[in-house]
């Protein structure tokens, strides 16, 4: 039950508040999770270059973990404390983030069948439903409706674009 519950890669862009990009998760069930041996993994919008960063700990339920990525030049506040820190330098409008169950990077340009959640967003070539949740910006992510817990498999009718870090959500 542990999704994707928010995704944002306008960190440190012109404009940004917040000075780091981010993924966050969340536990939508009634149990802890380990999330030992686990990744996140991020692909440019038609790439199929994985990159990992690997995650530890354990999630309890209703809660969520924040996983900080790459800093950029600008942006004005830094993120509130992460749970696991990364560097991968995501795209503020376009892309692709998995949750995997292992620290093996995926391949291919749309690896869902090996992710146990998956979020396309703008023109990325790959998503879970429907179609991708639509384009980001530098003040945008994409954000799981219902505070984090709608799950239809269907990245275009369970993400909403709001502004970064929301204001409904866990955190």
Known sequence: ?????????????????????????????EAA????????QYASSAGSTWQVTPLSG???????YLIQQAEGAGGTQP????????SIPMSATNGKVALVASRTALSGTCPTAGALDFVGFGSANCWEGSGATPTL???????????GCT??????ADFSVITAFRADGPR
């Open 137 to 147: 910006s530098n003040t945008t992510a994409a954000s799981r409706d219902d505070a």
């Open 79 to 86: 993120l509130p404390a992460p749970d696991a820190t990364g």
């Open 1 to 29: 039950d542990v999704v994707i519950s928010e995704v944002y890669g306008g960190g440190g862009n012109s404009g940004a508040t917040y000075t780091h990009d981010y993924i966050e998760l969340f536990n939508r069930g």
């Open 151 to 156: 799950d239809t498999d269907d990245n275009a």
């Open 58 to 64: 354990t999630l309890a339920p209703g809660q969520a």
């Open 33 to 40: 999770v380990s999330l030992d041996g686990w990744s996140v």
